[in-house]
């Protein structure tokens, strides 16, 4: 089984609907991170969070909000989802000493029409 | 938070030797240079991280110079499976103080037949 686990792996939905990415993981590792990527932009960070009550603004966190129900589970929404936040949306997570060194799940590829 | 550059795409034949090379001309007394790979619509994969002069594992060898304001990426004997986006990120690893890693563009290398 994959360390780290997205669901759902593809979603289209419409303009001002709310949605939910979920990300598990099986690693034991206290922090988690979600990015997403646009062509030509490389990968961007959202939110991130460094043990269950920690919370953290990245460098778009515009649009989104997370929860962090648990050490293995970090949910990213989209309050009112908006046609430029059409992406691909990765969660990551890193040992506590460690966190150059990212283990990345395998996407959500989002589409808002 | 040092900035990275490197090349945007490269090409090169299979079995050749690649080489990569990233500028950090800010690096920090504490960062670490780390690599990632990524193939299309897969999450960043860690290849290699090292501090000064030379790293190697199974998959690349990792050469930083004295002043550290470099680093080089190298895949001996490329096949058109490493075809993927190369990422260079610097950053202090060990903790002592979060950096948002950015990952920006990375290089895009191409492995022809």
């Known amino acids: 089984d994959a360390d780290v686990t997205q669901t759902p792996r593809n979603r289209i939905t419409k303009t001002g609907k709310r949605i939910m990415l979920e990300c598990s993981q099986t690693k034991g590792h206290d922090r988690m991170y979600w990015y997403r990527q646009d062509p030509g932009l490389g990968l961007r960070l959202i939110y991130y969070s460094f043990d269950v009550k920690d919370i953290n603004k990245g460098e778009i966190s515009d649009g989104y909000s997370v929860s962090r129900q648990a050490q293995a589970k970090f949910s990213l929404s989209l309050e009112s989802a908006i046609p430029n936040q059409t992406a691909l949306y990765f969660c990551?997570?890193?040992?506590?000493?460690?966190?150059?060194?990212?283990?990345f799940g395998p996407g959500t590829r989002l589409t808002v029409l | 938070l040092a900035k990275t550059t490197q090349p945007i795409s490269m090409d090169s034949y299979e079995g050749q030797e690649v080489n990569i090379t990233c500028s950090h001309n800010n690096i920090a007394t504490n960062d670490y240079i780390t690599w990632y790979q990524q193939f299309p619509s897969q999450g960043p994969r860690f290849i290699i991280q090292?501090?000064?002069?030379?790293v190697t594992n199974e998959v690349a060898s990792l050469f930083i110079p004295a002043d550290r304001k470099s680093s080089t990426l190298s895949l001996p004997r490329v096949s058109l499976s490493d075809t993927a986006v190369y990422y260079c990120l610097v950053g202090d690893a060990w903790g002592g103080g979060y950096q948002k890693v950015t990952f920006g563009i990375g290089t895009k290398l191409q492995v022809i037949p």
């Open positions: 990551a997570t890193s040992d506590k000493n460690s966190y150059n060194e990212q283990f």
């Open positions: 090292g501090y000064k002069t030379k």
